[in-house]
C-alpha cells in the first residue's frame, strides 16, 4: 500500500510543479519575524536571516523616541527593486531587478524605550491520530523541540525544534512541517548517511538543494499515508518547485530525490526490506 501512496504523491507533485512557487515554505503563523512598526512578518529568504522576534531600522527606533543599545549589531534585511535601463539598440527603457539592503535592530533585546506591539494568536487542534501514530513509529528519531518562528533539523546535536501545533492554523501543516525535519534527520550518520546531511556545505548548495527536495517529498509521502495530503500537497509542490529553480530546473532530480524520500519514510515507518519482499 506505501508504495502505491509513494507513486502517487510523486506524480501529483511533478503535475503540481508547473503552478506557481512560493519560495520558503513557513505554514505557521505565530512567533515569526516581524517588521516592528508595521507588525507585517518578513518574506523570503528573510524569514531564514532573521530569528524570531520584532524588528525595525535605526531611524524607526529613533523616531519613535527609543534608542539601539550601545555596541549591538544590526541584522541585514535584503528586498528587490526595479532599476530603469535603456537598451542601447532599440532604445526602449526597460526594467531590472537589483538587490538591496538594510539593517535592522530587535526592539526587545537590542533596544530600549521601545515596547513590543505583537499580541500573539494561538490555535486550539486535536492531535491527528494517524499523524502522531506515523511520528511515535520513528523508533530512533532524535528528540524534538517546540520553539516558536523557525523548524529546522539540527545534525551535530541530532535533534529536530518545530513550532509547537498551537502556532499553525491547520494542524496538517504543523505534522508536514515536523515530517519535513523528521526526514531530514534520516540522514544523520547512524541512520540513512544521506549525503545532504553528512556532508553539508552551505545553505542553498547543491548538497542542500537536494536535501531539501528530499525532505519535501518525503514530508508528502508520510502526509499521504497519514491521509491529510489533500492539505499540504499544494504548498509541497510550491517549495519543491523553489528549490527545483536552483538545479536548473531539471525534472529529474524528483524522481532521484522521490528514491531517498521513500527510504527515508520507510526508516521513519519502521518498515524494512522484508516487510515490503
Known amino acids: 500500500m506505501s508504495e502505491k501512496i509513494y507513486d502517487m504523491i510523486t ?23 516581524v ?14 536571516l532573521l530569528d524570531p522576534g520584532e524588528y525595525a531600522s535605526f531611524k524607526q527606533v529613533n523616531e519613535a523616541g527609543g534608542r539601539v543599545k550601545k ?6 534585511v535584503v528586498f528587490w527593486t526595479w532599476l530603469e535601463k535603456k537598451d542601447e539598440k532599440t532604445g526602449k527603457i526597460g526594467k531590472i531587478p537589483f ?16 515596547s513590543s506591539k505583537r499580541s500573539e494568536q494561538t490555535f486550539e487542534h486535536d ?7 506515523i511520528c511515535n513509529s520513528y523508533q530512533d528519531g532524535p528528540p524534538v523541540r517546540f520553539a516558536s518562528g523557525r523548524a529546522f533539523y539540527r545534525p551535530s546535536q541530532d535533534f529536530v525544534s518545530v513550532p509547537p501545533l498551537c502556532d499553525y492554523t491547520k494542524p496538517e501543516e504543523y505534522y508536514s ?6 526526514v531530514h534527520s534520516t540522514g544523520h550518520s547512524k541512520r540513512l548517511n544521506r549525503p545532504g546531511i553528512t556532508e553539508f556545505g552551505e545553505f542553498g ?4 538543494s537536494k536535501e531539501e527536495l528530499v525532505a519535501e517529498i518525503g514530508a508528502a509521502m508520510l502526509c499521504g499515508i497519514a491521509g491529510i495530503d489533500n492539505s499540504t500537497m499544494e504548498n509541497s509542490a510550491a517549495y519543491v518547485a523553489s528549490w527545483l529553480r536552483k538545479l536548473k530546473d531539471d525534472k ?7 528514491g531517498q524520500a521513500q527510504k527515508a519514510a520507510d526508516h521513519i515507518l519502521g518498515v524494512t526490506f522484508e516487510d515490503v519482499a
Open 11 to 33: 506524480n501529483r507533485m511533478i503535475a503540481l510543479l508547473e503552478q506557481g512557487v512560493v519560495p520558503w515554505r513557513r505554514p505557521w503563523v505565530v512567533g515569526g519575524a
Open 252 to 258: 529529474r532530480l524528483i524522481v532521484q530525490a522521490a
Open 71 to 76: 555596541n549591538e549589531k544590526g541584522h541585514i
Open 127 to 133: 492531535p491527528i491520530e494517524e499523524a502522531e501514530r
Open 177 to 182: 512541517t515536523l515530517f519535513h525535519e523528521h
Open 205 to 208: 548548495d547543491e548538497n542542500y
Open 35 to 48: 517588521n516592528w512598526k508595521t507588525q507585517k512578518p518578513y518574506r523570503g529568504i528573510n524569514t531564514l
Open 99 to 114: 538587490l538591496r539592503y538594510y539593517t535592522v535592530f530587535e526592539i526587545n533585546k537590542q533596544c530600549e524605550g521601545l
